[in-house]
């Protein structure tokens, strides 16, 4: 039978059109102490998804302190599983770490209702994320992510990234995980350094969305790190108002990425002109100082309100100034982000907590004002 015996002619007829929607829905799960309860939780996503088997793909440093009671976890569900150990640090995040975990996928038989399980830090939960987004065209995967970081960032929204050719996040996916489970009781035994980190990002977004008044809560721990019961407020809060944020957009393709840009501009520059050698949360909060320090010289926030901004990063001891000899470089990537973009930066500045502005793009010399005005602080 022809198209003409159907009464169709396909060369009468435009485009076919296609929708392909999808829904995602899962939970973000927040505890302090959230780990002794997994097998529990676990075991609902397991039987939600019918999934067979488990495999745990765990950073190397996090399973020094948390493998035992994440595998005992499993163990509980009666499910099989097998480990699969992510040797530590961001070279696993790349076309050659995702072939390994693809790799050890193939070689546990894992089929596509196989839970992968990520246990990490940020690293381990953009690669778990790709590596799930890919293997026989998507697998469920779910996240226990073990730094602040990636406790309230990372983790959250279901982007992947993998590190090519020099660049950061050049390959990845988004793919939504079927579960995200989070006790900030397993960041303490972070280096504090790392603590520091992940605070710079949950300072971001208090930045841009204040509704649980986290900025002020923030304020309130100027001489100590939070643990307990505050850290876990705290890490809840972030998780709560990037979802929030991401609610309306949750592929980041308009306005609201705009504003989790916060700091990113000249942070993340900054961040590739060293190297990598400084955490990403510290290129962060030198890209937050010095975009409230162009705020306030543009007459966008008034000095007490970017005096706050300035004092909270102090106090969390995070850096604001921008080396000197970083600032050439760092200018010189935003430049290759224009030209990569094919526009102006959008510079998001801040006025007040929870409310944030966002600008066409920033010239040489309201840089270089606002790069000197912080390095001139006492
Ligand atoms: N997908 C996203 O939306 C998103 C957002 C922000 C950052 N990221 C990515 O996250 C990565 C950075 O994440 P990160 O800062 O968590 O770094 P990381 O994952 O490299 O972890 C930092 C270090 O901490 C160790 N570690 C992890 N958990 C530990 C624990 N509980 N105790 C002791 N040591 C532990 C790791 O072994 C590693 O050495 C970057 O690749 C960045 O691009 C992704």
Not at 96 to 117: D, I, K, Y
Not at 231 to 251: C, S
Not at 273 to 296: D, K, Q
Not at 346 to 363: A, I, K, Q
């Amino acid at each position: 039978m022809t198209s003409s015996h159907l009464g169709l002619s396909f060369r009468d007829q435009g485009p076919i059109q296609v929708r392909a929607h999808r829904v995602d829905s899962y939970t973000v799960d927040v505890d302090e102490g959230l780990l002794s309860g997994l097998a529990g939780l676990l075991t609902d996503v397991l039987d939600r998804l019918e999934s067979p088997d488990v495999v745990i793909a765990v950073d190397t440093g996090a399973a020094e302190y948390h493998l035992g009671a994440v595998t005992a976890a499993v163990l509980s569900t009666g499910r099989p599983f097998q480990v699969v150990p992510v040797p530590a640090g961001e070279a696993s995040k790349s076309p050659r770490g995702l072939r390994a975990l693809h790799r050890a996928l193939h070689r546990h038989c894992a089929s596509r209702r196989t839970l992968l399980l990520a246990v990490g830090g940020g690293m381990v939960c953009d690669l778990a994320t790709t590596a799930a987004a890919g293997y026989m065209r998507g697998i469920p995967y779910a996240l226990l992510p073990t730094t602040v970081l990636a406790q309230v960032d990372a983790a959250i929204g279901g982007k992947g990234g993998l590190d090519d050719n020099g660049a950061k996040n050049l390959l990845g996916a988004f793919h939504h995980p079927a579960a995200v489970f989070v006790d900030p009781l397993l960041t303490g035994t972070l280096p504090e350094r790392h603590v520091r980190n992940g605070l710079a990002e949950v300072i971001k977004v208090a930045l841009i969305d204040d509704t649980d008044d986290l900025f002020h809560v923030l304020e309130q721990h100027p001489d100590q790190l939070p643990t307990g019961q505050a850290l876990t407020g705290i890490v809840r809060a972030a998780i709560a108002a990037k979802l929030r944020l991401l609610a309306e957009d949750p592929f980041e393709q308009g306005d609201l990425r705009r504003l989790l840009n916060l700091g990113h501009c000249i942070g993340h520059p900054y961040e590739a002109a060293t190297g990598y050698r400084v955490l990403h949360g510290e290129a962060v909060a030198v890209g937050m100082a010095a975009a409230a320090a162009h705020a306030h010289l543009a007459g966008v926030t008034a000095l007490d309100e970017r005096d706050r901004i300035l004092r909270l990063l102090d106090a969390y001891r995070l850096p604001a100034v921008l080396p000197e000899a970083m600032r050439e470089r760092t200018w010189e990537g935003m430049g290759t982000v224009r030209r990569v973009r094919g526009g102006p930066l959008h510079l998001v500045l801040p006025r007040t907590p929870g409310h944030c502005t966002v600008t066409d793009d920033l010239d040489r010399a309201s840089y270089d004002k606002a790069v000197s005005e912080l390095a001139a602080r006492p």
